[in-house]
């Protein structure tokens, strides 16, 4: 595990655990700005790829990310502004956010399989994440009942993303590249 993915697991911890621990959990104004920022930090990612990977089967499956992630960043946004909800900035959504820069940062400065592999380690990781953040914090402290079914509506599409990006470790793995 590299400085960048510990750095994000940190951030979701901080959701899952002591962040909210004396609440009832995140409100919906935060959950929003969560939601919003873990897509967009895959987003980024999924540009970088696009444009750095040697790899037709990463730059694919970078494509599906940033497609997939602004789908659902769409989604979010256009709920959020029908419900007139603020996504509102907290320390989760801001770790998320220096995350993302990091793994940024990390991924910049490698090439070929280099690259190919930290990016694709990095995205198990991440939707591993994420889907534990959904399941444990997200989904349970959701208080309106159409972001909660959005997350839940999208959740299986980030357990899709997981299964991909780990076929994709293995082919790396196996390929050496």
Same mark, same amino acid.
């Given at each position: 595990m590299n400085i960048t993915q510990a750095g994000f697991l940190a951030a979701i911890a901080l959701t899952a655990t002591t962040g909210w621990a004396q609440s009832a959990g995140?409100?919906?104004?935060?959950?929003?700005?969560?939601?919003?920022?873990?897509?967009?930090?895959?987003?980024?990612?999924?540009?970088?790829?696009?444009?750095?990977?040697?790899s037709k089967d990463v730059k694919a499956f970078a494509e599906r990310m940033v497609t997939d992630h602004t789908g659902v960043n769409k989604a979010a946004t256009d709920l959020v502004t029908r419900l007139n909800v603020k996504p509102e900035s907290n320390p989760t959504s801001q770790s998320l956010q220096q995350g993302g820069d990091a793994n940024l940062a990390n991924l910049k400065?490698?090439?070929?399989?280099?690259?190919?592999?930290?990016?694709?380690?990095?995205?198990?990781?991440?939707?591993?994440?994420?889907?534990?953040?959904?399941?444990?914090?997200?989904?349970?402290?959701? @208080?309106?009942?159409? #972001?909660? *079914?959005? +997350?839940? /509506?999208?959740?299986?599409?980030?357990?899709?993303?997981?299964? @991909?990006?780990?076929? #994709?470790? *293995?082919? +790396?793995? /196996?390929?050496g590249g």
């Open positions: 995140p409100t919906d104004p935060q959950i929003a700005a969560i939601v919003v920022t873990a897509n967009q930090v895959d987003i980024d990612a999924g540009k970088l790829a696009e444009s750095k990977s040697g400065t490698l090439n070929g399989a280099s690259f190919d592999r930290a990016y694709v380690d990095h995205e198990v990781t991440y939707h591993q994440s994420v889907i534990d953040a959904m399941d444990k914090t997200l989904i349970p402290s959701a @208080h309106n009942a159409e #972001l909660k *079914a959005l +997350l839940v /509506k999208v959740r299986p599409a980030f357990v899709d993303h997981l299964e @991909h990006a780990k076929h #994709l470790q *293995a082919e +790396l793995g /196996k390929s």
